[in-house]
Every structure is written in C-alpha cells, then in structure tokens.
C-alpha cells in the first residue's frame, strides 16, 4: 500500500543540525505538494516547511532562516535539513504528501498520505 516513512530523527544539542528524510512508496502516479509538520507534547500540530512540484517553497515563521526543504523526485524523497536548532523545535515531525493515484478507469484522483513521525529531540 501507498505509504511515506520518515528517518533522520534523534538527539541534538541547541545549535546543532539534524536532516530528516521522507520516502514515499507504492503505487503511486505522481506526488504534488510534500512537506513536514510538527507536534510537540500537549500541543497542537503545526505546519513547518512545504515544497511543491514545481520546487517552489514555504516555512513557518519559526524556522524561516534555519531550514531547508527539498526533494528528489526521481525517489519519491522529500528532505528537511534543519540547522540552528533550538529548545522549542522538540517535537514529533510528521511527513505530508499530496499524492495523485491512478485507478482501473479513470484520471488520476489526489490522497493525502501522512507518515507515522520521527522523533526530534534538541536538548543539553
């Protein structure tokens, strides 16, 4: 089945740098929109960093200036490289893909495909 599975996570000092990677995998026709999101305990979800298909790019406010996101279309790979990181950036980092599957009969029709998280710590 169609899936995203994320790696890169761990233990890091304030200031440090971690880069997460995303893998989507199955039977899928093409990907649009992939990007991450966040959760920290007690907290609601949050949006982080987006990249489209066409490479065009958005991050939250938090991490503007300290993340990078890409992608390797050819693996169906998204990557966030995170630098400068803080306290506040510990979290549960989730995957997010806007994906096209392709039916029997048919167009191709959007799903959305979510990954199971990553755990990011950032800690002295």
């Known amino acids: 089945q169609e899936q995203l599975v994320e790696s890169g996570g761990g233990l890091v000092q304030p200031g440090g740098s971690l880069r997460l990677s995303c893998a989507a995998s199955g039977s899928i026709f093409s990907i649009n929109n992939m990007g991450w999101y966040r959760q920290a305990p007690g907290k609601q979800r949050e949006f982080v960093a987006v990249?489209?298909?066409?490479?065009?790019?958005d991050f939250a406010d938090s991490v503007k200036g300290r993340f990078t996101i890409s992608r390797d279309n050819a693996k169906n790979t998204v990557f966030l490289q995170m630098n400068s990181l803080k306290s506040e950036d510990t979290a549960v980092y989730i995957c997010?893909?806007?994906?096209?599957?392709?039916?029997?009969?048919?167009?191709?029709?959007?799903?959305?495909?979510w990954g199971k998280g990553t755990q990011v710590t950032v800690s002295s």
């Open positions: 997010n893909a806007e994906v096209y599957l392709l039916p029997d009969v048919g167009p191709p029709f959007k799903y959305d495909l």
């Open positions: 990249i489209r298909s066409g490479g065009s790019t």
